[in-house]
């Protein structure tokens, strides 16, 4: 059986590199984008089990992100796990735009990749690796 397909999103290549290196040794299927409107764009097209969005971005940041996919039909059910090192003030300002705030989850950056790898499971309740 193929692994959840899982959408990674950062501006920095290297942590993009690092973690889809490591979700795919995990048998996770994985793409990238290292801006916020390629990530709307791959989400549309690839329809991926999950999405790991940063949130600082320069161009769009990841709660841009967030709300683009969640205006869209295609998108809006799709999994967020928010990685940022500002999760207490983005939470806050997440949770004042968004009624349903429980869809999202948070790891705080650097994340802990067992605690990442469980949510991951927890969301798209697929265990692989």
Do not use: W
Not at 9 to 22: C, F, Q, R, S, Y
Not at 38 to 59: T, V, Y
């Amino acid at each position: 059986m193929d692994g959840a397909k899982l959408l990674v999103v950062d501006d920095e290549p290297d942590a993009v590199l690092i973690l889809a290196k490591t979700l795919l040794a995990k048998g996770y299927r994985v793409i990238t984008a290292e801006s916020g409107l390629k990530a709307i764009n791959l989400a549309k097209e690839e329809k991926p089990d999950l999405i790991l969005l940063d949130i600082l971005m320069p161009d769009m940041d990841g709660t841009q992100v967030a709300a683009a996919l969640q205006e869209d039909p295609t998108t809006q059910n799709i999994p967020v796990i928010f990685l940022t090192c500002l999760i207490t003030k983005k939470t806050q300002e997440i949770g004042s735009r968004y009624h349903d705030i429980d869809r999202y989850a948070f790891m705080s950056k650097p994340y802990d990749l067992d605690n990442l790898l469980m949510e991951i499971s927890r969301l798209i309740g697929v265990h692989v690796g």
